[in-house]
């Protein structure tokens, strides 16, 4: 798989998904300003994936341009549970670069699964990418979209009841048009 076919898939995934379902409803403003950045990282082990994610936390630091980074590793945490225990490493590093609140860790991943639900199940869909990846959120700029949303509290279940209403299919296959809609790009 190219680069550029993981970023083309997962800005597609982006695009389709998360906007075109408004299921961020902050996300299409930073993505149409072009302050996303999509970065692959090669790494294939969970030391050198920690790497990647304290690289991309100083750049937010150093490059206030970027709104939000999606960090992309297609390589290593295939597997969904040893991918939900690195988050644990991941808010560490927080702590350790003293970024906790300033910065959030988001998850996104092909099998994930909320906890009490089934592998299956439509709702699932609100997080299930084309590839693992981390989603880093400016803390600031969290709270500040949060505070002008008339609802907030709202949009999770509102998510629920989309997906569940979509079915996991209809969800399954958009996934699927996003690896390959970016066939263009080469593996």
């Not at 996300?27 to 304290?54: M, T, W």
């Not at 990418?129 to 500040?144: G, K, N, V, Y």
Request: proline share 5%.
């Amino acid at each position: 798989m190219s680069e550029e076919f993981v970023v083309q898939a997962t800005q597609k995934w982006v695009e389709d998904v998360v906007v075109g379902y408004n299921l961020c409803p902050f996300a299409k403003r930073e993505l149409v300003r072009n302050r996303v950045r999509f970065v692959v990282s090669e790494a294939d082990n969970e030391d050198s994936l920690l790497q990647a994610l304290h690289s991309e936390l100083l750049r937010l630091e150093d490059e206030p341009e970027i709104e939000t980074t999606v960090l992309i590793h297609p390589h290593v945490m295939q597997d969904f549970g040893l991918y939900n225990e690195f988050l644990d490493a991941a808010d560490g590093l927080l702590t350790y670069l003293d970024m906790e609140g300033v910065y959030q860790v988001a998850s996104f991943h092909p099998d994930y699964q909320f906890a009490d639900t089934k592998p299956d199940a439509a709702e699932n869909y609100t997080n299930r990418s084309p590839f693992p990846m981390l989603h880093l959120l400016r803390e600031a700029s969290l709270e500040a979209a949060i505070d002008s949303h008339p609802d907030v509290d709202g949009i999770p279940p509102r998510n629920i009841e989309l997906m569940n209403k979509l079915g996991a299919e209809k969800m399954r296959a958009t996934l699927i048009d996003s690896l390959k809609g970016s066939e263009n790009a080469g593996e």
